[in-house]
């Protein structure tokens, strides 16, 4: 072989070692791409992003279109670390549980090491994968203690290339993305490594003397679709590098290149499309190259593509994505040809001036951390409405109680909108809340029905939060006692959790995975009104009442407090306040006992029904009656007898956070609520 001057630089052995490279991989990517597609899957992420500076950019670039076109799974973000690092708060967002895919050569650029920082700072439960050819880099070494998972890949050393332009870590690291997160690749990883690097081999027989061929321009243009744009963006970067900024050059989508972009076209510009394996999308590259050729004469373009009258012909290897690397490569040898005609060191094109390997010196501010997470809960009740303040934790910070004005609508909402202000001012600032009260909450309307506030009719969250001019959210304080209890309370570390409030009244709420079950019209949990079976009635001569919502022979009659002191007083005459008759039993009194075990095989009966509704794993029992001794315990033993044979019995508990519980989960549902994205 002859040897032609540009053999002489680094960057044309690292532009042929390409292939070897890859197959160096190919022996052990099948194991490790099988071990992050599986981590994964385990940590269900909402994004991932591919993060790198410049050339490291361009790899998310061409990454990202082709995999969101891929079903299922989490959506996909190029997201550059010199964006990032400018503008944090673009990107940080709460309750968001992403996969940051780091990419770094030298793996030591003051962007990478400014985002490492801002992660571990601000995002600590973020999961990373930094890939790097570098092992002895920042990257390669982040230890960093967070909460978050960390997976490290480090490839072969000969990929840090030593010259001033990224070839073989670009190609290798793109690669390698490509066999983690690509679930439907043309073939397994292992053989798609091998297929590329046949491709390259053949491909660079002769490509230094044949592209040697091709004229230098002034203006150089790369063109491509869907993830070929970011290939083009990368090509654009490798010629404008090595030349040192003697051709300019430009990039864009073939079809965006129409709008505006081709006004950098002149007779002296060379046009390159990156066509694509797609025939479809191919149609409208050779549409752009041969308007290019009409209007600029057919010198002015030149197409890379694997079709057989491309004009520089690459090997198929499935699809663009995985085939973007050898339209690449003709790219990054043109510019080492360009910039040795040019008379330049194409090692290091700016003399070490100006621009250098490995950015450095970029100074890096550190971003405050937010104030303080604070959620603010209103509870409304008949006689009292109380505004508390909590930490990011959930515990308590500041309570302030003021009366129900029950003489208008008009005075309810100036009170809780002045609760509202309360809030605000002792946080310091506008905090996500909502608002807990008794009564149904239509979902769809938010219109409200309650029995002892002059709210019903009223969409009740929209008038406030059109006074405080953001969204505040407003359920009841079952669903809200429910909501805490399953979140932390007594109901932590199960599924599906049904908080049962027995108390003036009989409700609940209903929570899987943590949240509540809203329902057509916001009925689950309202079990106070499922009817006593007839059986029970016969059985323990009951009396059928009309219950406070129209119908007769709600539970809500004789199970909650005021219906356990109407059992009283069917049975005896006289009636006897919940207090006073569990008191009685306690003590052996037999009429007292005996209308403690009504109570409870109604309420087991109840419990039956919502495990034939719902099936909770645990019911947590508050409100002033779940205070009743042993009554978690009691009920659980008198529920064995009521339950279907051979169905398991769910963990009964009493609330964690008693009376408190209702405000503590508005809180949780204003910080879900400030969450959803």
Same mark, same amino acid.
């Given at each position: 072989m002859v040897t ?8 044309t052995a690292?532009?042929r ?8 991989l190919a +022996? ?5 791409a ?5 981590w994964?899957?385990?940590?269900d992420h ?6 790198g ?8 670039e061409?990454l990202?279109?082709?995999?969101n ?6 959506r996909f973000?190029?997201?550059a670390?010199?964006d ?6 673009r990107?940080l967002?709460?309750?968001l549980?992403?996969?940051?895919v780091?990419f ?6 003051s ?8 992660i571990?700072?601000?995002a600590?439960h973020?999961?990373k994968?930094?890939i ?11 230890? *960093?203690?967070?909460t978050?998972e960390l997976r ?13 332009a990224?070839t073989s870590?670009?190609?290798? &690291?793109?690669l390698t993305?490509? *066999?983690?997160?690509?679930s439907?690749p043309?073939a397994?990883?292992g ?5 590329v ?7 660079l027989?002769d490509a230094f003397?044949?592209?040697?061929? #091709?004229?230098?321009?002034p ?6 679709s869907?993830p070929?744009t970011?290939?083009a963006?990368?090509?654009a970067?490798?010629v404008?590098?090595?030349a040192a ?7 864009d989508?073939t ?11 002149d007779?002296?510009?060379?046009v ?8 479809y999308?191919?149609q409208?590259?050779?549409? $752009?190259?041969?308007?290019i050729?009409?209007?600029f004469g057919?010198?002015s ?6 079709a057989?009258?491309a004009?520089?012909?690459v ?5 663009d994505?995985w085939? =973007?690397?050898?339209? #690449?490569?003709v ?7 360009w910039?040795d005609q ?7 094109? !700016? ?7 490995v ?7 550190? $971003?405050?951390?937010p104030?303080?997470?604070?959620y603010?809960? /209103?509870?409304?009740?008949?006689t009292k409405?109380e ?6 934790e $959930?515990?308590p ?5 003021i009366?129900?004005?029950?003489d208008?609508?008009?005075?309810? #909402?100036?009170a809780i909108v002045?609760?509202a202000r ?6 310091? *600032?506008? &905090? ?5 009260l008794?009564?149904l909450i ?5 219109r =409200? ?7 019903t ?6 008038d ?5 001019g953001?969204k /505040? ?5 079952c669903?809200?006692?429910?909501l805490?209890e ?9 599924r599906?959790?049904f ?10 709420? #209903?929570?899987?995975?943590?949240k509540l079950? *809203? ?6 949990g309202e079990?106070g009104?499922?009817g ?8 323990y ?8 919502c129209?119908r ?9 407090g005021?219906g ?6 069917h ?7 919940a ?7 306690a003590?052996?009194?037999t009429g007292m006992g ?6 409870l095989h109604?309420?087991a ?13 645990c019911v947590?029992?508050?409100g002033?009656l779940?205070k009743?001794d042993?009554?978690?315990r009691?009920l ?15 963990? !009964? ?6 009376d ?12 879900? +609520?400030?969450?959803?994205?």
């Amino acid at each position: 072989m002859v040897t032609q001057p540009f053999d002489q630089w680094m960057t044309t052995a690292e532009i042929r070692q390409q292939p070897g490279v890859w197959r160096k991989l190919a +022996a052990t990517i099948d194991g490790t791409a099988a071990g992050v597609r599986d981590w994964l899957i385990a940590r269900d992420h909402d994004e991932i992003w591919f993060c790198g500076a410049g050339t490291s950019a361009f790899i998310g670039e061409t990454l990202v279109p082709y995999l969101n076109g891929i079903e299922g799974g989490a959506r996909f973000r190029a997201v550059a670390t010199t964006d990032f690092v400018s503008t944090p708060r673009r990107y940080l967002r709460r309750g968001l549980r992403p996969l940051i895919v780091s990419f770094g050569r030298s793996g030591n650029s003051s962007e990478t090491v400014g985002m490492l920082d801002l992660i571990n700072k601000h995002a600590p439960h973020a999961d990373k994968l930094n890939i790097t050819c570098n092992g002895e880099s920042a990257l390669a070494n982040d230890l *960093a203690t967070v909460t978050g998972e960390l997976r490290t890949i480090i490839l072969p050393p000969e990929t840090n290339d030593r010259g001033f332009a990224m070839t073989s870590s670009y190609s290798s &690291m793109l690669l390698t993305a490509l *066999a983690c997160f690509d679930s439907c690749p043309p073939a397994p990883a292992g053989q798609m490594f091998g297929r590329v690097a046949d491709g390259l081999d053949r491909f660079l027989g002769d490509a230094f003397d044949r592209l040697n061929a #091709v004229q230098r321009p002034p203006r150089a243009i790369f063109l491509g679709s869907g993830p070929l744009t970011g290939s083009a963006r990368e090509c654009a970067l490798k010629v404008l590098e090595l030349a040192a900024g003697r051709i300019v050059t430009a990039w864009d989508s073939t079809l965006g290149f129409r709008h505006g972009p081709k006004a950098v076209v002149d007779q002296d510009t060379l046009v390159f499309v990156l066509e694509s394996s797609d025939p479809y999308t191919r149609q409208y590259d050779r549409d $752009l190259a041969a308007e290019i050729g009409r209007q600029f004469g057919p010198q002015s373009i030149l197409t890379i593509g694997d079709a057989g009258d491309a004009d520089i012909r690459v090997a198929n290897v499935g699809n663009d994505a995985w085939g =973007s690397v050898l339209r #690449v490569v003709v790219a990054q040898i043109l510019a080492v040809l360009w910039s040795d005609q040019l008379g330049m060191n194409v090692d290091d094109p !700016f003399a070490g001036r100006n621009l250098s390997r490995v950015v450095t010196g970029v100074t890096l501010y550190d $971003l405050p951390l937010p104030l303080a997470e604070t959620y603010g809960s /209103i509870d409304v009740g008949g006689t009292k409405i109380e505004a508390a303040l909590f930490d990011s934790e $959930l515990e308590p910070l500041a309570k302030h109680r003021i009366e129900t004005p029950n003489d208008s609508y008009d005075a309810l #909402v100036a009170a809780i909108v002045g609760q509202a202000r309360w809030l605000e001012e002792n946080a310091g *600032a506008t &905090m996500p809340m909502a608002i807990g009260l008794p009564g149904l909450i239509d979902p769809q309307t938010g219109r =409200s029905v309650t029995s002892n506030l002059p709210a019903t009719g009223h969409a009740l969250s929209n008038d406030i939060s059109e006074q405080l001019g953001r969204k /505040i959210p407003v359920e009841n304080d079952c669903k809200t006692f429910a909501l805490s209890e399953a979140n932390g309370g007594a109901g932590a570390g199960f599924r599906t959790v049904f908080g049962l409030i027995l108390g003036t009244g009989v409700g609940g709420g #209903v929570c899987i995975d943590g949240k509540l079950q *809203a329902g057509l019209n916001g009925l689950p949990g309202e079990v106070g009104h499922f009817g006593i079976p007839g059986h029970l009635v016969v059985e323990y001569g009951l009396p059928v009442l009309r219950c406070g919502c129209g119908r007769m022979g709600c539970y809500e009659t004789l199970v909650s407090g005021a219906g356990l002191s109407r059992l009283a007083e069917h049975f005896s005459g006289k009636p006897a306040p919940a207090a006073e008759i569990m008191a009685g039993a306690a003590k052996g009194d037999t009429g007292m006992g005996r209308l403690r075990e009504i109570w409870l095989h109604l309420l087991a009966e109840l419990v039956l029904t919502i495990q034939l509704t719902v099936d909770p794993d645990c019911v947590v029992l508050g409100g002033g009656l779940s205070k009743i001794d042993g009554v978690d315990r009691d009920l659980g033993t008198v529920f064995e007898a009521h339950k279907l044979h051979h169905v398991r019995s769910p963990a !009964f508990r009493i609330a964690r956070y008693g009376d408190a519980s209702g405000g503590r989960g508005a809180a949780i549902l204003a910080k879900q +609520a400030s969450m959803v994205i």
